[in-house]
């Protein structure tokens, strides 16, 4: 018989967790009407549908590796990944308003994002049960038009964090 991994002991899914508990994030993200639960996913959008809904949703992936593993302890160099989507303010007839505003509410989530997870003075944080030594952001997110999205961005980056 397979058991499911409990969440919080991989770096994915305890930086999902750390960033839900975070209610100045989830405050600025869509919310499942059945539960409120904050559109905040791990690896891939899942039951969500965001086109003209004009709300944003968060994914957390693996995004490999920044650094090899060193001979001396077990830590490691884990990459993640971070997507967001933000859908456009639209009119009554579900058409794009403005480009540029989408461009400055994706900015604005992604530095409440920013000023969460980037950390270049070091220091332990628990995500879940994984300890994070440090989480450095690896480059400025670029935001690039969702396919069959009707207008919306996404936001991709990268975070370098030392797990040990």
Known sequence: MTV??????????????????????????GKFDSDGTPYLFQDE?????????????????????????NEHNTMEFPRIRIELYVDPIRDSLHNELER??????????????????HRPQGGTQMWGSVRTL?????????????????????FMGFFAVAEG
């Open 134 to 154: 440090s989480c450095v952001k690896l480059a400025r997110p670029e935001p690039y038009p969702v396919s069959d999205g009707d207008g919306m961005l996404r």
């Open 4 to 29: 499911p991994v409990p969440s919080g002991l991989d770096v994915v899914s305890g930086c999902a967790m750390y960033l839900a508990a975070q209610s100045v994030l989830t405050d600025l993200l």
């Open 45 to 69: 959008i899942r039951l969500a549908v965001l086109e003209t809904t004009q709300e944003a949703a968060l994914v957390v992936g693996d995004g490999g590796s920044w650094g090899s593993g």
């Open 100 to 117: 540029s505003e989408t461009m400055r509410r994706g900015r604005a989530i992604w530095k409440v994002v920013d000023s969460l997870l």
